[in-house]
């Protein structure tokens, strides 16, 4: 039985390593988890011990078989709470992502595939991130972010690379959510900002805007 903690620590490792698979370091997963490295040196050790990651000092940590699919199991529970968190209670995609931490350390596998199941057994989540199924499969959907579109080219809001309250509110204001049709009209060469046609409505986002948001092009 993990504790809560030793959990967070797997799935930050996990997500680490969707970026580089060549290793996560101690520094990489203290800023995330926002802890010292010398906190995190302990808890390696400690993991590794159980077996479920590879670590040497001064070299970056790999998950094992079995810590890998702690991870994503721990993912798998996240993001079907916050679909229902979402669908089912009304909460906004803005709210749903820490309420959705501490519900994802609920221990019981049968909830967790009653729930699967109650929702249909959803494939993505609110933000358009992949929901593993209970033998930790992930479906992915090819995407590109808008920053890489060029001129004239359109496309369909699949998900987005920052889940933080913030720009989730930004989206819903500016109605750039899930399912909304984009196409590119113009790329201001200056500070790279995006003049777009997001449904009926024009609008310019910058830059740091078009690079946190994922469209399945046409």
């Given amino acids: 039985m993990l504790s809560y903690t030793e959990e967070n620590y797997l799935k930050v490792i996990y997500g680490l390593l969707a970026l580089n698979p060549a290793g996560a370091s101690t520094n990489e997963i203290a ?5 010292k490295a010398s906190s995190v040196t302990d808890m390696m050790q400690k993991l590794a011990d159980k077996k479920l990651l590879k670590y ?3 070299q970056g940590v790999k998950l094992t078989e079995e810590g890998r699919l702690v991870a994503v199991q721990v993912i798998r529970k996240h993001r079907l709470w916050e679909v229902f968190l979402k669908e089912k209670l009304g909460f906004g995609w803005d709210e749903v992502h820490e309420l959705a931490e501490q519900l994802e350390h609920i221990k019981s596998e049968e909830l967790t595939d009653r729930l699967d ?3 249909g057994n959803p494939k993505f989540d609110p ?3 992949p929901i593993p199924d209970k033998n930790g499969k992930i479906e992915t ?3 590109k972010l808008i920053s890489e579109l060029k001129v004239n080219q359109s496309g369909i ?3 987005v690379q920052d889940s933080s309250s913030s720009f989730l509110q930004y989206l ?3 109605t750039l959510v899930l399912g909304t049709p984009i196409d590119v009209l113009e790329i201001f060469e200056f500070d790279h900002s995006v003049k777009i046609k997001a449904g009926k409505n024009e609008m ?3 830059y740091e805007v078009s690079k946190n948001i994922k469209v399945q092009t046409l």
């Fill in 117 to 119: 199941k109650f929702l």
């Fill in 157 to 159: 809001i699949t998900g």
């Fill in 31 to 35: 800023a995330r988890i926002n802890t």
């Fill in 172 to 174: 819903d204001k500016h």
């Fill in 141 to 143: 959907k090819k995407s």
């Fill in 204 to 206: 310019t986002i910058s």
């Fill in 127 to 129: 933000h358009g991130d």
């Fill in 56 to 58: 040497k000092k001064y």
